[in-house]
Structures are given as structure tokens and as C-alpha cells.
């Protein structure tokens, strides 16, 4: 196809290509990408990918089927990512100290460190999706959701028991924070709820207690959830929630 000169009209044919390539062009699939994909469909990790289920700018996320069920496909933009605020949160975190310093390695990095810390979520044992294959900008998890649908955020749906949705979260924060992680984007946004109980998904950006700001990260993930928790009816006090998740030991919060 010819390439468009500055304000020179085009046929009415080429007007309609030219506008087709550029809605492919900003579409996800890159044909890195696609390569990528297609590599995971021979694997046999997937059969298809079926639709997105979110489009951001930092990333997209498909559902994608299986021989026996569904998967998550999240996939990183490269051109928009801000890979700046991405080596932010690197800091300190010796998986990560000896990165390359360019947009692709610091994406390519950011999608194994999720991959990563969703290990470490299944470890101990906290509800969100199990990883399952990473490849450069692209991360395949557990589906959450029901019958192929997806499941909604709390943002979206709420809950009915926001009392014991609460516990349950202030619950992964403290065992988080034990085994020295901080989730770091912890928000209504990031929780799906499933079959009545919380999911945390959106653990790019989770970081080790050596991280410089880890403990400032904390104080934010704790205020936003009480913050969202009591318009929903349910109040606790920051500092006592705060005091309860950083003792080490086993106090029940009251
Ligand atoms: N494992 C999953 N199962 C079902 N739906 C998912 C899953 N992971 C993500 N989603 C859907 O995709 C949306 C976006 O996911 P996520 O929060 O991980 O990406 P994001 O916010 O675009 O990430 P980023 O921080 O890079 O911008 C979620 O709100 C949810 O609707
Ligand atoms: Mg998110």
C-alpha cells in the first residue's frame, strides 16, 4: 500500500486500506506478538484466543481457551508502558538487580516479576490466579471467572458481606507483608470477586520489604481498601489495621 503523503487525498479504496492498517497497527498484536502467541498455541498451553477482556494502556488482557477450560493471556504493551515508573518499583529487589536497561528488557522483566510474585502468591496461599507460562511481554494464568465468563471486580459488582471480604483481604495483606511482599496497587480495581470470595490479580508491581517505599506502599494499600470498605458500611481504624498486620505473630484483629 502506498505510504500517505502530508494532506494528499487518497482514493476512496486506499482511504479504507490506509485506515484498516492503522486500526491494526494500534490493535495489540504486534507480530512479535503474534509469533508468541502462535509459539503458546503449539505448545498446546492454549488452543485460542478468544476476546479481550480489558484493554489498557499498559496492558491487554484476553481470555483464551483451552482442551479443557479457559486461560487469562495478559499481554504488555511495549510502546506505552511506562517503563520508568516499571524500574521504580525494581528497586531492591535482587531478582531483578542485574536488568538491562531498555524498554523491552524493563517489560520483559515487569511481565516475569508478575509472573513471579503470582508464585509466590500461590505459595502461600492466597486467592489469585495461578500462573501458568510467561514468554517477553506475555503472562498465561488461571481464568477466574465461571462457565468462560469472566468474573467482576469488586469496583464493579460489590460485595454482600463486605464485612468478612474485608477480613479475608486484610487476612493476604498480613500473610503478604510476612513473607515480605507488599502488593503495592491494592484497590477495588484489583480484587475480582469470585464465587463470593476475593482475588487478587494486578501483582506486576508487588515488591519485596527491601524495596525503599515498601512500608509507604503498605500504609497506601491498607487506607485504600478501609478508605472503599467504609462507604460500603465497615468500619476499622488505619493505625490499629496497620499495627495488626506488621506483628509478626498471630493477634486476631477485632
Ligand atoms: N486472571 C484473570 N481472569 C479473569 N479476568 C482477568 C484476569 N486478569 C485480569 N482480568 C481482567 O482484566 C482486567 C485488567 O487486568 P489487570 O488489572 O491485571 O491489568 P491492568 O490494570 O491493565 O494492568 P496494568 O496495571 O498493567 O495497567 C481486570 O480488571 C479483569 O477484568
Ligand atoms: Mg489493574
Same mark, same amino acid.
Given at each position: 500500500m502506498a505510504r500517505r503523503l502530508w494532506k494528499r487525498k487518497l482514493p476512496a479504496r486506499e482511504e479504507k486500506q490506509y485506515k484498516e492498517k492503522r486500526k491494526l497497527e494500534s490493535a495489540v498484536f504486534d507480530v512479535k506478538t503474534l509469533q508468541l502467541l502462535s509459539n503458546f498455541i503449539k505448545k498446546k498451553i492454549v488452543k485460542s484466543i478468544d476476546y479481550p477482556m480489558a484493554t489498557g494502556k499498559e496492558a491487554d488482557v484476553f481470555r483464551a481457551s483451552t482442551e479443557t477450560g479457559y486461560l487469562a493471556v495478559k499481554i504488555y504493551r511495549i510502546?506505552?508502558? /511506562?517503563f520508568l515508573k516499571m524500574q521504580d518499583y525494581m528497586l531492591g529487589d535482587p531478582r531483578f538487580s542485574n536488568m538491562k536497561k531498555n524498554k523491552w528488557d524493563v517489560v520483559f522483566a515487569w511481565t516475569k516479576k508478575e509472573f513471579r510474585n503470582l508464585s509466590l502468591f500461590e505459595e502461600f496461599g492466597i486467592n489469585a490466579p495461578r500462573p501458568i507460562a510467561f514468554k517477553k511481554n506475555v503472562l498465561i494464568m488461571d481464568f477466574i471467572g465461571e462457565e468462560g465468563v469472566p468474573d467482576s471486580t469488586l469496583k464493579q459488582m460489590g460485595t454482600e458481606t463486605p464485612e468478612k471480604t474485608l477480613e479475608s483481604l486484610l487476612g493476604f495483606v498480613k500473610k503478604l507483608y510476612k513473607n515480605? +511482599?507488599? !502488593?503495592?496497587? +491494592?484497590?477495588e480495581y484489583n480484587i475480582l470477586m469470585h464465587m463470593g470470595e476475593p482475588y487478587i490479580i494486578d501483582v506486576g508491581q508487588a515488591v519485596l520489604l /527491601? !524495596?525503599?517505599?515498601a512500608e509507604e506502599f503498605l500504609e497506601r494499600d491498607v487506607r485504600t481498601l478501609l478508605k472503599y470498605f467504609k462507604n460500603h458500611g465497615v468500619t476499622k481504624d488505619e493505625g490499629e489495621v496497620l499495627k495488626w498486620v506488621r506483628d509478626r505473630g498471630e493477634v486476631t484483629l477485632t
Open positions: 510502546e506505552t508502558s /511506562n515480605s +511482599l507488599v !502488593h503495592a496497587d +491494592l484497590s /527491601n !524495596h525503599p517505599k
